[in-house]
């Protein structure tokens, strides 16, 4: 069983930063782990995406302003938001799965309780 809590989200005004990090734990060693997100009355948005072999996914929207990154164990992931716009607020979701296309469509198999992120303009 994989278990992922959030933390690091908050209130920030448009252009500012924040790191949202992950806590993983349970046998992701072949896993991908991401980030997905959604806002009230949107559907699910993928952001990025971690393969178990560091490949990397960012939805377009996000590329070159968000990085995704882990440790070496594999059991802290982390967002690392820079330049974020009023349209990037929404709730942020720590994903895993077996497949790296699943976490980015944001269906993955498991997914933690979520952090909200507000950016104000």
């Known amino acids: 069983q994989v278990h992922l809590v959030e933390s690091g989200g908050g209130s920030v005004q448009a252009g500012g930063s924040l790191r949202l990090s992950c806590a993983v734990s349970g046998n992701t060693n072949s896993y991908a782990l991401g980030w997905f997100r959604q806002a009230p009355g949107k559907e699910r948005e993928g952001v990025a995406a971690?393969?178990?072999?560091?490949?990397?996914s960012f939805t377009d929207l996000v590329k070159g302003r968000f990085t995704i990154s882990q440790d070496n164990t594999r059991k802290n992931l982390y967002l690392q938001m820079n330049d974020l716009e009023p349209e990037d607020t929404a709730m942020y979701y720590c994903a895993a799965d077996e497949y790296r296309y699943k976490v980015i469509a944001g269906t993955a198999a498991y997914r933690g309780q979520g952090t909200q992120v507000t950016v104000s303009s």
């Open positions: 971690i393969d178990y072999d560091g490949s990397l």
